[in-house]
Structures are given as C-alpha cells and as structure tokens.
C-alpha cells in the first residue's frame, strides 16, 4: 500500500513565522501534490512537483514555496506566515504525471496560524 | 475535463444501501469517471474509477449510464464508517491537474 506521511496532524504558528510541512511518500511515485482545504472552497492546488527539483505553480501560489530535493519528500513552505493561511493542507503523491493516475493522500496537517 | 454536479448532502440508514448520484452531461468520449472520499480529518481516499462499463470493487460498485451523461456510486451496505464527503471527478487522460469540486456529505444514521 502506498503511504504518504506529513510531519505534523496539527501545527500552531504565530504570523510572521517561518513555517514548513513536510510530505514523504514511500512508493517511488514522480508526482507530488500540495492542497489546502477550507469549509466550502473544497481542494485547492498549491504547489506540485513531477520530479526532484521541479515545480509547478497550482491554483493558488501566492504566499507559498516548495522545496522537492529528494523524490520521496515535498514540502511545502510559508515564508510568512499569515492568519489567511490557517487551513487543512494536503499532500498527495501519484505514480506519474497523467492525470488518470490515482491520487494518494496524507492525513493532512491543520495549521492555525494566529 | 467535464464539470460534474453532486448533491451537497444525503443520509442513508445503516445496512442499506447508500447511492450516491454524479451528473456528467458533457464529459467527453475519453474522459474517465473517477470516485474519491474524504472521512472527516483525513485525506481523501480513492474508491473506483470507470470510463464505459460498470464497475465494482472490494468498496463500492459504479453504475455509469449508457450516454455516460450520469453515473451512481453504490456503497451496497452502508456503515457508520461510510459517512464521509465523496467527490465524482471526470479525468481525462492528460497532464491536465485534477479538480475536486464540493462533493455529497453522505451522513449513516444507525
């Protein structure tokens, strides 16, 4: 089975704090994904990586930066953090760059940021 | 890829069966029909995919309608465990991202 971890279920962060969230995933997959979700928004694509030192702006990348220095981690950074950026954020991680290809996901990480 | 209409919220009594409708009236002939669901705190999880015929797995089964226009995720004996928001998406084969919309909150009332 295919499991993606994230390095913290809930995090508490002061604005203006450097904040990072980690994603590992242990099945070799090309493609790496970060989301965030909130109530009544649904998924919204951040950042994504289809291979080690390549990124891709998603939907909404402004106030976020990725970091993929190793295939099997992504993380995900807020230079500054910002009471807007208070969410559930979600990685995922899928075998290549094809859309059809299934998505696995993390637990998610609940930052608050106050 | 197509755009795909749920209905915000459905309750099934547990033991029955919990059918959950997705309206696709302009997917395209190569776009898939994907099912995703999200128990509460947790990531989403994927269920099933079809693209023409029907589909059953270990989860859940996949009704796809002949035009293809609509199809219907069935959970055949819905548990307490099964409430969760479940997401129909239509993907085509591309490098295109995947959009999840708002999805069905599914509540199982004992």
């Known amino acids: 089975d295919v499991k993606v971890t994230q390095s913290s279920r809930y995090l508490v962060k002061r604005t203006g704090e450097k904040v990072f969230l980690e994603c590992v995933q242990d099945m070799d997959h090309e493609n790496m994904f970060w989301y965030r979700q909130d109530p009544g928004l649904g998924l919204r694509l951040i950042y994504f990586s289809y291979d080690v030192k390549m990124k891709e702006k998603g939907d909404i990348p402004e106030g976020y930066s990725v970091s993929r220095e190793k295939k099997e981690r992504f993380s995900l950074i807020l230079e500054s953090a910002s009471t807007n950026q208070t969410s559930m954020y979600l990685c995922?991680?899928?075998?290549?760059?094809?859309?059809?290809?299934?998505?696995?996901f993390g637990p998610g990480t609940r930052l608050t940021v106050l | 890829d197509a755009k795909t209409t749920q209905p915000p919220s459905m309750d099934c009594a547990e033991g029955r069966a919990a059918n959950l409708p997705c309206n696709h009236s302009?997917?395209?002939?190569?776009?898939?029909v994907y099912w995703y669901r999200q128990i509460h705190s947790q990531g989403p999880q994927y269920i099933i995919h079809?693209?023409?015929n029907n589909e059953t797995n270990e989860m859940a089964s996949l009704i796809i309608t002949e035009d293809r226009k609509s199809s219907t995720l069935i959970l055949p004996h819905a548990t307490l465990r099964d409430t969760a928001v479940y997401y129909c998406?239509?993907?085509?084969?591309?490098?295109?991202?995947?959009?999840f919309g708002p999805g069905t909150s599914l509540s199982v009332i004992p």
């Open positions: 998406i239509a993907v085509k084969t591309s490098y295109d991202k995947v959009i």
């Open positions: 079809g693209l023409k």
């Open positions: 995922a991680s899928s075998l290549s760059s094809l859309s059809t290809d299934t998505q696995y």
């Open positions: 302009t997917i395209s002939g190569n776009e898939y």
